[in-house]
Nanobody
Protein backbone atom coordinates (compact mmCIF):
# COMPACT_ATOMS: atom_id res chain seq x y z
CA UNK A 1 0.00 0.00 0.00
CA UNK A 2 1.30 3.44 -0.96
CA UNK A 3 1.17 6.28 1.51
CA UNK A 4 1.92 9.97 0.99
CA UNK A 5 2.81 11.99 4.07
CA UNK A 6 2.92 15.79 3.83
CA UNK A 7 4.67 18.16 6.19
CA UNK A 8 5.65 21.80 6.39
CA UNK A 9 2.33 23.60 6.56
CA UNK A 10 1.55 26.30 9.06
CA UNK A 11 0.83 29.97 9.63
CA UNK A 12 2.87 32.58 7.78
CA UNK A 13 2.55 36.30 7.24
CA UNK A 14 1.88 37.74 3.79
CA UNK A 15 5.11 37.95 1.85
CA UNK A 16 6.61 35.08 3.78
CA UNK A 17 7.79 31.65 2.68
CA UNK A 18 7.04 28.03 3.47
CA UNK A 19 8.40 24.75 2.16
CA UNK A 20 6.12 21.73 1.91
CA UNK A 21 7.43 18.18 1.70
CA UNK A 22 5.68 14.96 0.71
CA UNK A 23 7.28 11.56 1.14
CA UNK A 24 5.89 8.46 -0.54
CA UNK A 25 6.35 5.06 1.07
CA UNK A 26 5.36 1.47 0.35
CA UNK A 27 7.85 -0.65 -1.62
CA UNK A 28 7.79 1.78 -4.52
CA UNK A 29 9.60 1.00 -7.75
CA UNK A 30 8.66 4.17 -9.62
CA UNK A 31 6.35 7.17 -9.64
CA UNK A 32 5.53 8.92 -12.90
CA UNK A 33 4.24 12.32 -11.79
CA UNK A 34 4.01 13.96 -8.40
CA UNK A 35 2.30 17.18 -7.59
CA UNK A 36 0.53 19.54 -5.26
CA UNK A 37 -3.09 20.56 -5.27
CA UNK A 38 -4.92 22.86 -2.90
CA UNK A 39 -8.44 23.41 -1.68
CA UNK A 40 -9.60 26.61 -0.04
CA UNK A 41 -12.75 26.71 2.10
CA UNK A 42 -15.82 26.57 -0.11
CA UNK A 43 -13.74 26.04 -3.24
CA UNK A 44 -12.91 23.09 -5.46
CA UNK A 45 -9.54 21.40 -5.31
CA UNK A 46 -7.18 22.95 -7.86
CA UNK A 47 -3.82 22.17 -9.36
CA UNK A 48 -0.85 24.05 -7.91
CA UNK A 49 2.13 22.36 -9.55
CA UNK A 50 3.24 19.02 -10.94
CA UNK A 51 6.57 17.45 -11.81
CA UNK A 52 7.33 14.32 -13.83
CA UNK A 53 10.00 11.77 -13.10
CA UNK A 54 12.27 13.42 -15.67
CA UNK A 55 11.78 16.87 -14.18
CA UNK A 56 9.16 18.49 -16.39
CA UNK A 57 7.11 20.96 -14.39
CA UNK A 58 3.75 22.64 -14.72
CA UNK A 59 2.32 25.45 -12.60
CA UNK A 60 -0.99 27.14 -12.07
CA UNK A 61 -0.88 30.68 -13.38
CA UNK A 62 -1.61 32.10 -9.94
CA UNK A 63 1.59 30.66 -8.44
CA UNK A 64 3.99 30.86 -11.39
CA UNK A 65 7.10 32.79 -10.43
CA UNK A 66 6.39 32.44 -6.69
CA UNK A 67 6.27 28.67 -6.13
CA UNK A 68 8.85 26.08 -7.15
CA UNK A 69 8.23 22.34 -7.27
CA UNK A 70 11.08 19.84 -7.10
CA UNK A 71 11.52 16.16 -6.34
CA UNK A 72 14.09 13.68 -5.16
CA UNK A 73 13.42 10.45 -7.05
CA UNK A 74 15.76 8.43 -4.85
CA UNK A 75 13.72 9.43 -1.79
CA UNK A 76 10.31 9.40 -3.55
CA UNK A 77 9.80 12.88 -2.16
CA UNK A 78 8.36 16.02 -3.70
CA UNK A 79 8.79 19.55 -2.39
CA UNK A 80 6.97 22.82 -2.88
CA UNK A 81 8.87 26.01 -2.09
CA UNK A 82 6.36 28.80 -1.66
CA UNK A 83 7.61 32.40 -1.65
CA UNK A 84 5.83 35.74 -1.60
CA UNK A 85 2.80 34.13 -0.07
CA UNK A 86 -0.54 35.88 -0.28
CA UNK A 87 -3.70 35.50 1.81
CA UNK A 88 -5.37 33.89 -1.21
CA UNK A 89 -2.83 31.06 -1.01
CA UNK A 90 -4.53 29.94 2.21
CA UNK A 91 -5.78 26.39 1.68
CA UNK A 92 -5.25 22.75 2.52
CA UNK A 93 -2.44 21.54 0.29
CA UNK A 94 -2.61 17.94 -0.93
CA UNK A 95 0.19 15.84 -2.32
CA UNK A 96 -0.58 13.66 -5.33
CA UNK A 97 1.25 10.81 -7.02
CA UNK A 98 0.26 9.28 -10.38
CA UNK A 99 1.13 5.97 -12.00
CA UNK A 100 2.85 4.45 -9.00
CA UNK A 101 4.43 1.03 -9.47
CA UNK A 102 5.02 -0.99 -6.33
CA UNK A 103 5.92 -4.60 -5.67
CA UNK A 104 3.01 -6.45 -7.29
CA UNK A 105 0.68 -3.51 -7.85
CA UNK A 106 -0.03 -0.46 -9.96
CA UNK A 107 -1.68 2.59 -8.43
CA UNK A 108 -3.18 5.07 -10.85
CA UNK A 109 -3.47 7.88 -8.33
CA UNK A 110 -2.65 8.34 -4.64
CA UNK A 111 -3.44 11.31 -2.38
CA UNK A 112 -1.97 12.52 0.86
CA UNK A 113 -4.05 13.62 3.82
CA UNK A 114 -3.34 17.31 3.31
CA UNK A 115 -1.52 20.01 5.22
CA UNK A 116 -2.98 23.42 6.09
CA UNK A 117 -1.28 26.59 4.94
CA UNK A 118 -2.61 29.83 6.40
CA UNK A 119 -1.35 33.18 5.17
CA UNK A 120 -2.45 35.93 7.49
CA UNK A 121 -1.12 38.88 9.43
Amino acid sequence: QVQLVESGGGLVQPGGSLRLSCAASGSIFSINAMGWYRQAPGEQRELVATITSDGKTDYAGSVKGRFTISRDNAKNTVYLQMNSLKPEDTAVYYCNARSVITRGAFHLEVWGQGTLVTVSS
